[in-house]
Every structure is written in structure tokens, then in C-alpha cells.
């Protein structure tokens, strides 16, 4: 079983940028593909970004293509969500997940691991 704590969130103005890191223990992150999603008040949590195994293959949803990347660094059971050019409805938690399987990579019940989160807060 791997454990997953995420850390990088806080409080940004619109325009700037974070990085997100979610820092793996108990089993290497080799095995498994990764995700972000986000759940902001009063909505459901979403898919952000996937990336796979060997980060060969990439995915983003389209509200994040062009101002947010995904990387995974195996050698330090880490994977990293890069958000350049915030706005302020990217406000949300932010959660990883490791997936065992690849059944789907933007419905959150097929990732078998999940963080706590770290809150990602954009002032206007």
C-alpha cells in the first residue's frame, strides 16, 4: 500500500503560479500511474491531470491545458503539478492519486490511493 501527502498549496494572486508536490512512501510510485484532481466548495471533485508510469503519456483536463504540467520524478517517489497563470476558479483542493490499473484516467474511483489534499487558494 502506498501513502501519498501533498504539500505546496497556499495563497497566490491570479496570474501567479504554485507547484504542487505529492510525496510518496511505502511503495515506489513506478507502479503506479498518478493523478490530480481538485475539489473546490459545494462541487464534486474533478479531474486535473494524469500522467502514466513511465510519464510517457500525459493528460490534462481542458480547463488546465496550456497552464498547468504533471511530472513524476521515480527516483524520489514524487510527482509534481506545475500551475502557472492561476485564476481564481482553480481555487480547490487538491488531491493525488495512484492508480493500480488503467480502467479510466479522469473518473476518480479508478485511482486506488488518495492524499489528504493541500488547499490551492487564487485572490482575484
Known amino acids: 500500500q502506498v501513502q501519498l501527502v501533498e504539500s505546496g498549496g497556499g495563497l497566490v494572486q491570479a496570474g501567479g503560479s504554485l507547484r504542487l508536490s505529492c510525496a510518496a512512501s511505502?511503495?515506489?510510485?513506478?507502479?503506479?500511474?498518478m493523478g490530480w484532481f481538485r475539489q473546490a466548495p459545494g462541487k464534486e471533485r474533478e479531474f486535473v491531470s494524469h500522467?502514466?508510469?513511465?510519464?510517457?503519456?500525459?493528460y490534462y483536463a481542458d480547463s488546465v491545458k496550456g497552464r498547468f504540467a504533471i511530472s513524476r520524478d521515480n527516483a524520489k517517489n514524487t510527482v509534481y503539478l506545475q500551475m502557472n497563470s492561476l485564476k481564481p476558479e482553480d481555487a480547490a483542493v487538491y488531491y493525488c492519486?495512484?492508480?493500480?490499473?488503467?480502467?479510466?484516467?479522469?473518473?476518480?474511483?479508478?485511482?486506488?490511493?488518495w492524499g489528504q489534499g493541500t488547499q490551492v487558494t487564487v485572490s482575484s
Open positions: 492519486a495512484a492508480q493500480t490499473k488503467g480502467l479510466s484516467y479522469v473518473i476518480s474511483t479508478a485511482y486506488d490511493y
Open positions: 511505502g511503495r515506489t510510485i513506478s507502479n503506479y500511474a
Open positions: 500522467i502514466s508510469r513511465s510519464a510517457g503519456y500525459t
